[in-house]
C-alpha cells in the first residue's frame, strides 16, 4: 500500500473530472462507494494497481494505491485530476457555454498519461449502443481482466492487457458480443500497444494521427482516447451520434450533424471538446423523442 496526499492549487470537482472515464454504472474498473470515495484500476509500466481518490472536507485529495504500479499511479494523481489542464485562452462565443462555464468552476480535463486502458473501451463503442459497448466492457475485463490489487470493491478488475486481449479466441469475442470489426480493431491495437503510448507523451493532432495509424481506428476513437489519455482540449468526437444533437440544441435550438457542429464550435479552436465539455456538464443531452439506435445481440447471431 502506498498513500499520497495533494491539495489542487485550483477548484475541483472530483466526480466530474473522472465521469469520462466511468463506462457506466457497472463499470468494472471505475467505482465510488457510500463514502464518495473513487476507486480506479489500470494498467501500468510496472504492473496493474489500484487506487482510492477522496477529498477531504479542508479541500485535500488524498489517494491510496495498491499493486505494482502503486507509485506510477500515484505519481500521477495531480495530472490526472487536471493539474495540467490549461483553460486560460478559452473565451465562451454563446451564451450556453459561458453560462455552463460559471456553472462548472471545478471542471478540469484530467489525462490518465496511459493510452491503453482508455482504447478497448472507446474500440468498444464503436457504432453500437452503449448498452452493448458497456456490456462488452464488462465481460472482457470480467473473464480476461486481473482482479483489482488491495481491498477494492467486490467485482473491481483491471483493464485486460494487450497480451490477453492476444489470447482471446473467436468463440470468447463472440460471447462477449463483439462483432468482427471492433474485434481486428483491438487485435490490432493489442500488436503495436507499446508503440500507441507515445501518443500521450506527442499529444494533440499529432498523437491523434498516431493513434489512426492502426487499422479499424478512425478520428472518433482516436478523439475519444484523446479526451482521457492527454486530456486534449480540441479533440471533437466527429462522427458521434449524440454529440451534434447535443451541441446543436443547447446552441441553436436545433439538431446540427457534424459539418454543422464543426461549423458552430470553430470560434473555440484550439479547444473545442472544452466547450463540449462544459455543455455536457451543465446536463444538455439528447432529446428524449429522438431516434435510437437497435441493441444487436451478436452472440445469437
Given at each position: 500500500?502506498?498513500?499520497?496526499?495533494?491539495?489542487?492549487?485550483?477548484?475541483?470537482?472530483?466526480?466530474?473530472?473522472?465521469?469520462?472515464?466511468?463506462?457506466?454504472?457497472?463499470?468494472?474498473?471505475?467505482?465510488?462507494?457510500?463514502?464518495?470515495?473513487?476507486?480506479?484500476?489500470?494498467?501500468?509500466?510496472?504492473?496493474?494497481?489500484?487506487?482510492?481518490?477522496?477529498?477531504?472536507?479542508?479541500?485535500?485529495?488524498?489517494?491510496?494505491?495498491?499493486?505494482?504500479?502503486?507509485?506510477?499511479?500515484?505519481?500521477?494523481?495531480?495530472?490526472?485530476?487536471?493539474?495540467?489542464?490549461?483553460?486560460?485562452?478559452?473565451?465562451?462565443?454563446?451564451?450556453?457555454?459561458?453560462?455552463?462555464?460559471?456553472?462548472?468552476?471545478?471542471?478540469?480535463?484530467?489525462?490518465?498519461?496511459?493510452?491503453?486502458?482508455?482504447?478497448?473501451?472507446?474500440?468498444?463503442?464503436?457504432?453500437?449502443?452503449?448498452?452493448?459497448?458497456?456490456?462488452?466492457?464488462?465481460?472482457?475485463?470480467?473473464?480476461?481482466?486481473?482482479?483489482?490489487?488491495?481491498?477494492?470493491?467486490?467485482?473491481?478488475?483491471?483493464?485486460?492487457?494487450?497480451?490477453?486481449?492476444?489470447?482471446?479466441?473467436?468463440?470468447?469475442?463472440?460471447?462477449?458480443?463483439?462483432?468482427?470489426?471492433?474485434?481486428?480493431?483491438?487485435?490490432?491495437?493489442?500488436?503495436?500497444?507499446?508503440?500507441?503510448?507515445?501518443?500521450?507523451?506527442?499529444?494533440?493532432?499529432?498523437?491523434?494521427?498516431?493513434?489512426?495509424?492502426?487499422?479499424?481506428?478512425?478520428?472518433?476513437?482516436?478523439?475519444?482516447?484523446?479526451?482521457?489519455?492527454?486530456?486534449?482540449?480540441?479533440?471533437?468526437?466527429?462522427?458521434?451520434?449524440?454529440?451534434?444533437?447535443?451541441?446543436?440544441?443547447?446552441?441553436?435550438?436545433?439538431?446540427?450533424?457534424?459539418?454543422?457542429?464543426?461549423?458552430?464550435?470553430?470560434?473555440?479552436?484550439?479547444?473545442?471538446?472544452?466547450?463540449?465539455?462544459?455543455?455536457?456538464?451543465?446536463?444538455?443531452?439528447?432529446?428524449?423523442?429522438?431516434p435510437r439506435h437497435a441493441v444487436r445481440d451478436y452472440r445469437a447471431m
Amino acid at each position: 500500500m502506498r498513500e499520497r496526499t495533494w491539495r489542487p492549487p485550483f477548484p475541483l470537482d472530483l466526480a466530474a473530472v473522472l465521469a469520462p472515464l466511468r463506462r457506466g454504472r457497472g463499470d468494472p474498473c471505475l467505482r465510488r462507494d457510500d463514502a464518495g470515495v473513487a476507486w480506479l484500476t489500470g494498467n501500468t509500466p510496472d504492473g496493474p494497481a489500484t487506487m482510492a481518490v477522496h477529498r477531504r472536507a479542508d479541500g485535500e485529495v488524498r489517494a491510496i494505491a495498491w499493486g505494482k504500479g502503486a507509485e506510477f499511479l500515484l505519481e500521477r494523481l495531480p495530472t490526472l485530476l487536471g493539474a495540467a489542464d490549461d483553460d486560460s485562452g478559452f473565451v465562451a462565443h454563446h451564451e450556453a457555454v459561458a453560462r455552463a462555464r460559471r456553472g462548472a468552476p471545478g471542471l478540469r480535463l484530467g489525462a490518465t498519461g496511459r493510452v491503453w486502458d482508455v482504447l478497448v473501451p472507446a474500440v468498444l463503442e464503436q457504432k453500437v449502443t452503449g448498452y452493448e459497448a458497456r456490456r462488452s466492457w464488462r465481460e472482457l475485463c470480467r473473464w480476461f481482466g486481473e482482479p483489482a490489487p488491495g481491498p477494492a470493491p467486490d467485482g473491481m478488475r483491471v483493464p485486460p492487457t494487450p497480451a490477453a486481449i492476444l489470447s482471446i479466441v473467436d468463440w470468447n469475442w463472440h460471447r462477449a458480443g463483439v462483432d468482427l470489426t471492433r474485434r481486428r480493431a483491438l487485435v490490432a491495437a493489442a500488436r503495436v500497444a507499446h508503440r500507441l503510448e507515445r501518443a500521450a507523451v506527442l499529444c494533440g493532432a499529432e498523437g491523434r494521427l498516431l493513434l489512426r495509424k492502426v487499422p479499424g481506428i478512425g478520428p472518433w476513437t482516436a478523439a475519444e482516447v484523446a479526451q482521457r489519455a492527454w486530456g486534449d482540449p480540441d479533440a471533437v468526437s466527429v462522427g458521434d451520434f449524440h454529440i451534434p444533437v447535443v451541441v446543436g440544441h443547447a446552441l441553436l435550438g436545433r439538431e446540427l450533424d457534424d459539418a454543422g457542429m464543426l461549423a458552430e464550435l470553430a470560434p473555440y479552436a484550439p479547444q473545442r471538446q472544452r466547450a463540449v465539455r462544459y455543455l455536457e456538464a451543465a446536463g444538455f443531452s439528447r432529446p428524449r423523442f429522438g431516434p435510437r439506435h437497435a441493441v444487436r445481440d451478436y452472440r445469437a447471431m
